[in-house]
């Protein structure tokens, strides 16, 4: 990111609570006249790289309106006006600004969980006294230092000494608080709003989920420990704690749900092998930098029963995210977690906006069966876009809901959150319900049931590849590839391996693939041969 000039001014408003116009396109701090500012609150106003922000909290700080915009580049001025809990922020660019608004039209800025506004202002350039207010003086030329890849002021406070000059592109993170699974690729989309992400390698290390990331500069490595460090990625959890590794260069060996280097996209896949370099695991038990070791208790993966989010934190304000990263994990997990519902153990899960011409009790049964067995599923009678899934447990129901919410079934994104029932009832004893409610409390078709199965070990998000096994001898990748084809979707590429009885088959969309699993699992191939379907993590 390229610097920004020396003579950056920063001011708060005095404490008259006026503004006065120095030109019709620029706006200064002064308490010698009466002139007022309007409020612009006329949402048709021209772009322009100076941005209104109202609605802050009163004890919000300078640092924090600062963070609103340093996703979307350099940010030169700041004014403050705490008595009306409003504040102009200017950006280096108009651009920037124009695209800092788009961004937060989509999601709303939060700060310290309150919701804020942001606009164009009237104005084209902020013009502020120096001698106003030293403390935020300080804070914008410690974050223009880093942004420059400098050394922040002698000046700065002891709260801006955490702006010294990266020393590292490597940050390790820690996810404390973790209720909900983080992936490889949520935390690529969180971190990518502050530069290049070029490798990420993920690890548990005592009872924690770790990550080292790797930015192209350290500049980019800085900012994202400033703005995201105590950060949540969703409501009430997955803490981040973020610290400067003591590594300056990831050696990613695989490209797998483990560890990803996006500058080498034709390394392999590496299944079943460590994701880290000996040198780089060696290194690992030595970098013990973190920031609050391990507390014990506070780990609670979403299989081992521990709380789950009651709601997702993106725009709602519950300290997660927001506002810098709310819309890149959004992007990463867009509903992937329930919007609504209840934290317990309950194994029943409710799902909505289904497709009710197309729906019924076994499609659910076998989509929902790729993460637990479920053992009884009802369409509603009364609202019958929606169903009530009962799981073998709340652990299984938690999984399904975490891999299938915001999945699209039939051409329409499902919602899938815990219900409050603690069982499916069945219709009463000659009552015809058409259909809507079907027991498979004994269906031969449960992936789980085997203790040590090795089905446990394969449970993936939906992906555009799908795992194919228990494929007769005889059958051929032709055969495969017309099959899928009829499910309504298009076969982008196709793999057998060596025994051709396992294969891999990529549809063009992960949509696709759904609709193709529910299709085709426990499809009759001939010979009592019946296929076998599930989500892969790899790609061909």
Known sequence: ????????????????????????????????????????DRMDSPPSRVLHIRKLPSEVSETEVIALGLPFGKVTNILMLKGKNQAFLELGTEEAAVTMVNYYTA????????????????????KTDNALNQRAQAVLQAVSAVQAGGTPTSGSTASESALTPAPSPVLRIIIDNMFYPVTLDVLQQIFSKFGTVMKIITFTKNNQFQALLQFSDPVNAQQAKLSLDGQNIYNACCTLRIDFSKLINLNVKYNNDKSRDYTRPELPAGDGQPAIDPSVAAALSKDSSSLLG???????????????????????????????????????????VALSGHSGTSGVLLVSNLNEEMVTPQSLFTLFGVYGDAQRVKILYNKKDSALIQ??????????????????????????TLSKHQTVQLPREGLDDQ??????????????????????????????????????????????RLLFSNSGGTVKAFKFFQDHKMALLQMSTVEEAIQALIDLHNYNMGENHYLRVSFSKSTI
């Open 391 to 416: 799981m073998a447990d709340g652990n299984q129901a938690k999984l399904a809901m975490s891999h299938l919410n915001g999945q699209k079934m039939y051409g329409k994104i499902i919602r899938v």
């Open 435 to 480: 259909g809507l409610t079907k027991d498979f409390t004994n269906s031969p078709l449960h992936r789980f049931k085997k203790p040590g199965s090795k089905n446990f070990q394969n449970i993936f998000p939906p992906s555009a590849t799908l795992h194919l096994s228990n494929i007769p001898q005889d059958v051929t990748e032709e055969d495969l």
């Open 294 to 336: 391990t507390p014990s208790g506070m780990v609670a993966s979403y299989s081992s029963g521990g709380g789950f989010p009651s709601s997702l934190g993106f725009g709602q304000g519950g300290g997660a995210l927001s506002p810098l990263s709310a819309a890149a994990a959004a992007a990463a997990a867009a509903g992937r």
């Open 1 to 40: 990111m390229d610097g920004i000039v020396s003579d950056v001014a920063v001011g708060v408003k005095r404490s008259s609570d006026e503004l006065l116009y120095n030109s019709p396109n620029s706006v200064t701090a002064n308490g010698n006249d009466s002139k007022k500012l309007r409020v612009d």
């Open 107 to 126: 999601v709303t800025p939060h700060v310290r969980n309150v919701p804020v506004f942001i606009q164009y202002s009237n104005h084209k350039e902020l």
